[in-house]
């Protein structure tokens, strides 16, 4: 009896004939590129002949290398349905909440502590979610995400968690240099500093009525945590979601410069997974609390709450 294929080597081709290359699979399985094809040479070894047609760069998986490419990724699906059923069936799995690093570090984690007083026996994990990657509720129960319109995953619910309108502000000593004046007008001679890149700044500009466009200079920051620590020392001037940094500003670490506002389309949304049984009411419970902190911030229920 043939020893059968090594599971490991199978996924690597599936990956390959999906994905359409060895270098995109390399970087999906996290490995090299001589490693993904001295995985298919041995998988051609043990098969006794070739998978694919080699035509200079490209790669085409032939007519039986597609037909069990698609039967692996069938299966793989399968498998890994149910691992994800077997490990939601465990009483004792934490709830997995996923947070954008704003969220995370500005509202979640600074109240966590109350929920963990309210239910000491939920369990739960905080791992970052990342802008613009699709969330997998497969092993993840809640996610903060921040989006332009309300997201609409397939099989997760939707919340509407927080506003996005962000508006400028500085620190206190950076403001107190131009006290006196409009703050708004001094804007333009300010060092700005920049979400990601130079468009909210341009937006904020038109709309408050410089006809003047901003400086294409000053930093860039990848990361909302970036930048409002960049404002909170002192380098300049920052549009920042106001629900965000409303603790900073009640504390008087940062002063609002201006009334006018950008991304007021946009917002912060919860997401939430598909719940097995075992985990319903702990999921209950956070996301109920959640929405009780927002209120409470807030002063009222939102009323666009879904």
């Not at 490209?58 to 077997?86: G, M, N, V, W, Y």
């Not at 920052?238 to 940094?245: D, G, T, V, Y």
Request: with cysteine; hydrophobic share 45%.
């Amino acid at each position: 009896m043939a020893t059968p294929a090594p599971l490991n080597v199978l996924r690597v081709f599936e990956a390959v004939v999906r994905t359409g290359s060895f270098r995109a699979a390399a970087d999906e399985l996290f490995v090299t590129q001589s490693a993904i094809s001295h995985q298919i040479r041995s998988l051609e070894d043990w098969f006794g002949g070739p998978l694919f047609i080699r035509d200079g760069n490209r790669l085409r998986p032939l007519r039986h290398a597609k037909e069990l490419a698609r039967s692996l990724s069938l299966s793989f699906d399968t498998i890994h349905t149910a691992c994800r059923q077997a490990r939601g069936s465990g009483t004792h799995r934490p709830l997995v909440v996923a947070a954008i690093p704003s969220v995370a570090v500005c509202w979640l984690i600074p109240r966590l502590g109350r929920f963990r007083d309210e239910h000491p026996d939920i369990d739960i994990r905080i791992v970052y979610a990342l802008h613009g990657q699709e969330i997998d509720f497969g092993d993840v129960h809640f996610a903060f995400v921040f989006a332009r319109t309300a997201p609409t995953p397939s099989s997760a619910g939707v919340h509407r968690f927080l506003p996005g309108a962000s508006v400028p502000v500085c620190s206190p000593g950076l403001a107190a240099s131009i006290a006196g004046g409009d703050p708004a007008r001094a804007i333009p001679r300010m060092d700005l500093l920049h979400d990601t890149d130079h468009a909210g700044w341009q937006t904020w500009f038109a709309r408050a009525g410089l006809h003047d466009p901003p400086a294409e200079g000053g930093p860039v920051f990848e990361d909302f945590n970036l930048l409002r620590a960049a404002a909170l020392s002192g380098q300049g001037v920052a549009l920042c979601p106001e629900a965000m940094i409303r603790p900073d500003l009640e504390a008087g670490h940062l002063v609002r410069l201006s009334q006018t506002t950008v991304f007021e389309d946009c917002g912060y949304y919860l997401l939430q997974g598909p719940l097995a049984a075992a985990t319903r009411a702990n999921a209950d419970a956070f996301r109920s609390w959640v929405l009780d902190e927002r209120d409470r911030d807030q002063g009222e229920p939102d009323p666009t709450a879904a």
